[in-house]
């Protein structure tokens, strides 16, 4: 009997950050009056994006404490204690958690996660993060960065032990018999007894099997090492992109890289980050935009973007004389945030902006795709790079929340609808339903 083909959906992920994804949203008078330490406001945000259907919402996570902090609104909740919060305020959308892989143990993160996935019966999703931020090196106990390869290195064997972990009890283990005073079966359960460069870790892990198997694993780097990485493990990718071309061309390698790892293209789903000003007009969505970058501090702008070379020393660079390459680090030679850097190179190499110039786009999404306009040229954008081979769906970052995300929900997604793109119900229960991924199997034997 031939297999139907599944008809490809547009999916949707809603990255919360700040009071938006513009470096200024804290200040705007149309930002949420909430705290950042208030569950409340993470609450209200993740309810509004499941009454839109969308898949996900994500928390990215930082280890420790930005120096712009005195001009800049860059704390938040720790994610996955947030999310626990989160996964009994709502009851459809998938919950996606920022995790180092750097400073984490295997056991304990893969608890966590277990236990989230549990919470919200089978909602979850780990994004697996190497951390490069030198001063998140001194919170554990280190003097300075791990090296960019000895993150993946480590990474890899990481993820490895997680999934052992996850699948160490078996799908029948739990027997719960209470007239017979058998809760499990001890043959169903098995250590995993791994010792590795980085890692021993004897197992099996001390919870039962979750409903999805394991999280949805999520990952974000694009260097070259990064996609080798997302290439075998990664089910979503969470990517930067500032023009359609690179886009295409970042699609079309990771696809072809997962198929050289034995795995089926289609079950990793390449998310680019969407960054929309939206207005009635286009007129007024600039002027939006020129209003949120007339909030700007250039030298806070000026000091993450050393932190993204590195510590990198741009204090010499004037705000108002075009850039060249040549004053940037070789982007190979960072041990920070590699595959950023090259977008960030790649810019300057193309447009030739300004400091003041490239720091107020930096402002609005840290190198993710900008845009401003009407719902209609949203949603021909998001049409266009879906059905053009540069993404199967998009990371939204709404440069101001809520409103932004308001604007989205109630005027983009009905136009996705309409072009039958976009869900108009949920038809599964579980992340992994959401993004069209199968459950892992697990032990059989």
Same mark, same amino acid.
């Given at each position: 009997?031939?297999?139907? =083909?599944?008809?490809?959906?547009?999916?949707?992920?809603?990255?919360?950050?700040?009071?938006?994804?513009?470096?200024?949203?804290?200040?705007?008078?149309?930002?949420?009056?909430?705290?950042?330490?208030?569950?409340?406001? %993470?609450?209200?945000?993740?309810?509004?994006?499941? +009454? #839109?259907?969308?898949?996900?919402?994500?928390?990215?996570?930082?280890?420790?404490?930005?120096?712009?902090?005195?001009? =800049?609104?860059?704390?938040?909740?720790? &994610?996955?204690?947030?999310?626990?919060?989160?996964?009994?305020?709502?009851?459809?959308?998938?919950?996606?958690?920022?995790?180092?892989?750097?400073?984490?143990?295997?056991?304990?993160?893969?608890?966590?996660?277990?236990?989230?996935?549990?919470?919200?019966?089978?909602?979850?999703?780990?994004?697996?993060?190497?951390?490069?931020?030198?001063?998140?090196?001194?919170?554990?106990?280190?003097?300075?960065?791990?090296?960019?390869?000895?993150?993946?290195?480590?990474?890899?064997?990481?993820?490895?032990?997680?999934? +052992?972990?996850?699948?160490?009890?078996?799908?029948?283990?739990?027997?719960?018999?209470?007239?017979?005073?058998?809760?499990?079966?001890?043959?169903?359960?098995?250590?995993?007894?791994?010792?590795?460069?980085? %890692?021993?870790?004897?197992?099996?892990?001390?919870?039962?099997?979750?409903?999805?198997?394991?999280?949805?694993?999520?990952?974000?780097?694009?260097?070259?090492?990064?996609?080798?990485?997302?290439?075998?493990?990664?089910?979503?990718?969470?990517?930067?992109?500032?023009?359609?071309?690179?886009?295409?061309?970042?699609?079309?390698?990771?696809?072809?890289?997962?198929?050289?790892?034995?795995? !089926?293209?289609?079950?990793?789903?390449?998310?680019?980050?969407?960054?929309?000003?939206?207005?009635?007009?286009?007129?007024?969505?600039?002027?939006?935009?020129?209003?949120?970058?007339?909030?700007?501090?250039?030298?806070?702008?000026? $000091?993450?973007?050393?932190?993204?070379?590195? #510590?990198?020393?741009?204090?010499?660079?004037?705000?108002? $004389?075009?850039?060249?390459?040549?004053?940037?680090?070789?982007?190979?030679?960072?041990? =920070?945030?590699?595959?950023?850097?090259?977008?960030?190179?790649?810019?300057?190499?193309?447009?030739? !902006?300004?400091?003041?110039?490239?720091?107020?786009?930096?402002?609005?999404?840290? #190198?993710?795709?900008?845009?401003? #306009?009407?719902?209609?040229?949203?949603?021909?954008?998001?049409?266009?790079?879906?059905?053009?081979?540069?993404?199967?769906?998009?990371?939204?970052?709404?440069?101001?929340?809520?409103?932004?995300?308001?604007?989205?929900?109630?005027?983009?997604? &009905?136009?996705?609808?309409?072009?039958?793109?976009?869900?108009?119900?949920?038809?599964?229960?579980?992340?992994?339903?959401?993004?069209?991924?199968?459950?892992?199997?697990?032990?059989?034997?």
């Amino acid at each position: 009997m031939k297999r139907r =083909a599944v008809k490809r959906q547009l999916h949707l992920n809603l990255f919360i950050q700040s009071r938006g994804h513009h470096e200024a949203s804290w200040r705007h008078p149309a930002a949420s009056p909430y705290a950042l330490s208030d569950i409340g406001y %993470y609450r209200d945000l993740a309810q509004r994006a499941e +009454a #839109g259907l969308f898949d996900s919402i994500f928390l990215a996570d930082t280890l420790a404490l930005m120096d712009t902090v005195g001009h =800049a609104a860059s704390n938040w909740l720790e &994610p996955i204690t947030a999310l626990g919060a989160l996964a009994m305020t709502t009851s459809r959308i998938g919950l996606i958690a920022t995790a180092s892989t750097t400073y984490a143990e295997p056991f304990n993160l893969a608890r966590q996660f277990a236990s989230l996935d549990h919470i919200s019966n089978g909602r979850v999703g780990w994004n697996i993060v190497t951390t490069w931020l030198a001063a998140a090196a001194r919170n554990y106990g280190g003097a300075g960065l791990v090296n960019h390869d000895e993150r993946y290195e480590r990474g890899e064997e990481f993820v490895q032990v997680a999934k +052992a972990l996850w699948d160490s009890w078996a799908d029948d283990a739990v027997l719960d018999d209470r007239a017979s005073g058998r809760y499990a079966r001890p043959d169903r359960i098995r250590p995993i007894d791994h010792e590795g460069k980085f %890692y021993r870790v004897a197992g099996p892990l001390n919870l039962p099997r979750t409903p999805q198997g394991r999280p949805v694993f999520v990952q974000a780097g694009s260097s070259e090492t990064g996609r080798r990485f997302a290439a075998r493990h990664a089910e979503a990718v969470f990517t930067a992109q500032m023009e359609k071309k690179t886009a295409q061309d970042f699609y079309a390698d990771l696809k072809s890289l997962a198929a050289t790892e034995g795995r !089926p293209p289609e079950q990793m789903l390449i998310l680019p980050g969407l960054s929309p000003l939206i207005a009635a007009t286009e007129s007024e969505a600039q002027r939006m935009v020129r209003e949120l970058n007339d909030l700007t501090d250039p030298e806070v702008g000026r $000091k993450r973007l050393s932190g993204r070379f590195g #510590g990198h020393d741009f204090s010499h660079l004037p705000l108002d $004389k075009p850039l060249a390459p040549e004053d940037f680090p070789d982007p190979q030679t960072v041990q =920070a945030a590699r595959s950023r850097t090259e977008v960030i190179v790649g810019l300057v190499r193309r447009e030739k !902006p300004t400091l003041r110039q490239l720091l107020a786009y930096l402002a609005g999404a840290r #190198g993710h795709f900008t845009t401003a #306009g009407t719902p209609e040229q949203i949603a021909d954008l998001i049409e266009d790079w879906f059905r053009d081979g540069a993404a199967d769906g998009f990371n939204l970052m709404p440069p101001l929340l809520p409103s932004m995300l308001d604007v989205f929900v109630d005027e983009v997604v &009905p136009l996705l609808q309409k072009r039958r793109l976009f869900r108009t119900a949920y038809d599964g229960s579980t992340l992994r339903d959401h993004f069209g991924l199968p459950r892992p199997s697990g032990r059989s034997d």
